[in-house]
């Protein structure tokens, strides 16, 4: 891809109509926080992170990804907004523990921002990943989402009394008030498990509320690197960073390619260490703040991309306390939050694998490996599904 720069004039200085692209800031970070952090923490979890690790990592990659935006919204002055990698944080859900445990997995995630870095200076490294055909990569990325998508009907069987209102509320959202949905889902759940401590009279430990950075020293095994930074790179360069670039073009904005890339990889390297596992350009929620509804003046709507920055330092801070009460959650609570916010994304990747008869069967194979889980000589399902995906295309006739 090549680096577009797009300067507009500075009009901070003009007090008129700032509070529009001021509110549109602080709910972009509002929905990108709320819709996936159980996502996140399910993640980094399922990987070896002790609950302390895991909030550690929640708050590390606010600070990165709210400094990153800070930093190119002021530079570019346009409302460029960054994420958590979401499809990367499912797949680690799915991976499991990888040699070398949660250090090795650390090792991995500091692997992944130097290939994003690298992706920003060298375009062939780019392209290589935009050659993958789309069916594919959506493929695995909805094999690595039917497990988790699946844990709110498998904690109906362990944890009812709390599930059941927390689907029923989503349900309900989905049909009203789509974008709050997984948010007020969430509230139901931290209701349901505050009723929950009470009636067997169990006490939150309220100290490990404070907000704390954990660090790992990374532990280098070539299984966590190929099992988990080899996928986490592609899935977020497949499914946020090149999105995320569509969705600004979409509204007339060019990102910087190559600072964009260096500002996300440099920021996964630096908050590795502390538990994010990668950072990248938003895909959905860019277009919070890139839209008219953020202002009608395009040249004002960098001030709520910073305003999302902003805001993302300040819940980076509740980190602990929204792992300390999920730790108290009945069993399946919080997978049962996470899979209904990936459910869409389950739809979008399942639409993306097959609607293209070209890649179908080919896509078929990589959505079944991914799904399965399976680990061969230490290395995750999510790599071999890319791997059976392309030999599947490769020697099957077009159309096939």
Not at 15 to 38: C, E, K, R, W, Y
Not at 83 to 108: C, F, K, Q
Not at 132 to 161: F, H, K, Y
């Amino acid at each position: 891809m090549s680096q577009v720069h797009t300067t507009v004039p500075d009009v901070a200085d003009k007090p008129a109509g700032i509070a529009q692209p001021l509110g549109a800031g602080a709910i972009t970070a509002l929905v990108g926080f709320t819709s996936s952090f159980a996502v996140v923490l399910s993640g980094l979890r399922a990987v070896g992170a002790s609950p302390a690790q895991a909030a550690s990592g929640l708050l590390v990659l606010c600070f990165t990804q709210g400094i990153g935006i800070l930093l190119l919204s002021f530079r570019y002055r346009i409302p460029i907004t960054l994420a958590w990698s979401t499809p990367g944080a499912a797949l680690l859900a799915s991976t499991g523990l990888v040699a070398g445990g949660w250090p090795g997995a650390v090792a991995a995630f500091a692997v992944t921002g130097v290939l994003i870095v690298i992706t920003g200076l060298w375009q062939r490294l780019g392209s290589l990943v935009a050659a993958i055909p789309v069916p594919i990569a959506q493929a695995m990325l909805a094999g690595v989402l039917l497990p988790l998508c699946l844990a709110p009907v498998q904690a109906l069987g362990t944890s009812p009394a709390v599930v059941v209102p927390v689907i029923v509320v989503w349900l309900v959202l989905q049909r009203f008030a789509p974008k709050w949905a997984v948010l007020v889902a969430f509230a139901t759940a931290a209701v349901g498990t505050g009723i929950d401590i009470a009636v067997d009279h169990r006490h939150l430990d309220l100290p490990a509320m404070l907000p704390t950075v954990e660090l790992t020293a990374p532990q280098w095994h070539w299984q966590a690197v190929v099992g988990i930074a080899i996928p986490l790179y592609i899935v977020t360069m497949a499914s946020q960073n090149i999105p995320g670039v569509a969705v600004m073009r979409s509204f007339n904005f060019q990102v910087p390619w190559r600072p964009a890339m260096l500002v996300t990889g440099i920021g996964t390297v630096l908050g590795a260490a502390a538990g994010g596992h990668a950072i990248n350009l938003a895909a959905i929620s860019a277009a919070l703040a890139a839209a008219p509804s953020a202002s009608p003046d395009p040249k004002r709507r960098w001030i709520a991309a910073a305003t999302a920055g902003a805001s993302y330092l300040v819940l980076g801070l509740a980190s602990a306390a929204l792992v300390t009460l999920i730790a108290a959650a009945p069993a399946g609570t919080i997978e049962t939050v996470a899979g209904l916010a990936l459910l869409a994304t389950l739809a979008a990747a399942l639409t993306g694998a097959l609607s293209d008869p070209t890649h179908r069967m080919a896509a078929l194979v990589t959505f079944l490996v991914a799904a399965s889980g399976t680990t061969l000589f230490g290395i995750g399902g999510a790599f071999w599904a890319l791997v059976a995906g392309l030999v599947v295309r490769r020697f099957l006739p077009t159309g096939v």
